[in-house]
């Protein structure tokens, strides 16, 4: 049987595993286990949830004695179900699992960091005891997936990891329906009847998704946009950018589950990160046929680079990202949903994950 191990029951991994949960035969038949920390359970179980036994621990972001008790739960969880396969997503969960195999000898581990890493996120004192047990635990994982090229390299500088245990699936992203809100749709009509054109950042509103270099670019652009962030504030972040968050043309819209509506309503999606290892935002908004302007970030690259109607500028340039829409906006330049959806295929993700699941159980 085969087990499922979060380090996070939200954003991305979140994504990613009800993804997974969804589209692979392989966990659908086989998965009767899913570890969560506890205290993420916010819209954690729905439809895409096929397993029934989930499981809460108690999982702290930092390394601490409590790991050992979560360690030992897990273990525990583990041998009462008869679990010989585990995927870990996330660098908590990747410890966990390597960490079990030392007692489940038989356990084979799947080990996906999303982009994080204790010896990345881990810069101070412990930084290189931290390190030195990554590397040793890379011998007890019996294969690696990435989700992108990038999400490959910056880890593999750090941690040797044979070649053959290496595995790059990119995420996956399903086709949106045609159907738009119409409260939305009159909003931004509205909007354009006085002459406003309609930009939309998606996301989290935190640092390391760049909001601020939107509204430096607002600032110094003079042109006539309204600028809707949807997602939820980091409160701390948006205190510290109140000037530049209260210019009149930005709309601080809250999370919205709708954001394939502001994906096909609005001029220009803008995708300002500041480091991505995957990146859902431009792929979705792509696949809807928006147009993009995105900062040149290795991951946004290597999705989309090369489509039409998409435009990259430099990550920290705040004139550069207010050219880079004017560009945009006044390009003939139509998306092309249809040259980059296989490459983010739901079933070819699924079926990816299942060789990959069966190679390793046989």
Not at 192 to 202: A, S
Request: hydrophobic share 45%.
């Amino acid at each position: 049987m085969m087990a499922l191990i979060l380090s996070a029951a939200e954003g991305g991994i979140r994504k990613h595993v009800f993804d997974l949960i969804a589209e692979s035969n392989f966990v659908k038949e086989n998965c009767n286990l899913v570890i969560y920390p506890e205290n993420q359970t916010d819209g954690l179980f729905d439809a895409a949830a096929r397993v029934h036994h989930w499981h809460g621990i108690r999982v702290e972001k930092s390394l601490g004695l409590r790991d050992i008790a979560a360690l030992l739960s897990i273990i525990k969880l583990l041998r009462a179900n008869s679990i010989t396969l585990v995927h870990a997503h996330g660098a908590k969960a990747g410890l966990y699992a390597r960490l079990a195999k030392l007692v489940l000898w038989k356990l084979q581990v799947v080990y996906s960091p999303h982009g994080g890493s204790f010896h990345s996120a881990n810069q101070g004192s412990l930084k290189f005891l931290i390190l030195g047990l990554e590397r040793f635990l890379a011998r007890l994982t019996s294969a690696f997936v990435f989700e992108s090229n990038f999400a490959k390299s910056i880890f593999s500088r750090a941690v040797d990891t044979e070649e053959k245990k290496i595995n790059i699936i990119a995420n996956c992203v399903e086709e949106k329906s045609d159907e738009v809100s119409i409260s939305l749709r009159d909003e931004f009509q509205r909007k354009r009847d006085q002459g406003f054109k309609i930009i939309t950042v998606v996301g989290r509103i935190r640092e390391i998704k760049g909001h601020d270099i939107v509204a430096k670019a607002l600032a110094q652009s003079g042109s006539s946009w309204i600028v809707y962030f949807v997602g939820n504030p980091d409160q701390d972040y948006v205190a510290k950018n109140t000037a530049l968050f209260n210019h009149p043309s930005i709309v601080m819209w809250g999370d919205d589950v709708d954001v394939n509506s502001f994906y096909r309503l609005s001029d220009v999606i803008v995708c300002p990160s500041r480091a991505e290892s995957f990146g859902y935002v431009p792929v979705e908004a792509y696949l809807c046929n928006a147009k993009i302007v995105a900062s040149d970030i290795p991951a946004f690259r290597e999705n989309l680079g090369g489509a039409p109607a998409v435009f990259f500028y430099d990550a920290e340039n705040a004139a550069d990202l207010a050219q880079k829409i004017s560009d945009c906006l006044a390009s003939s330049d139509t998306p092309s949903a249809d040259s980059v959806k296989n490459k983010f295929s739901p079933k070819i993700f699924g079926n990816k994950f299942d060789q990959l699941y069966r190679r390793l159980v046989n």
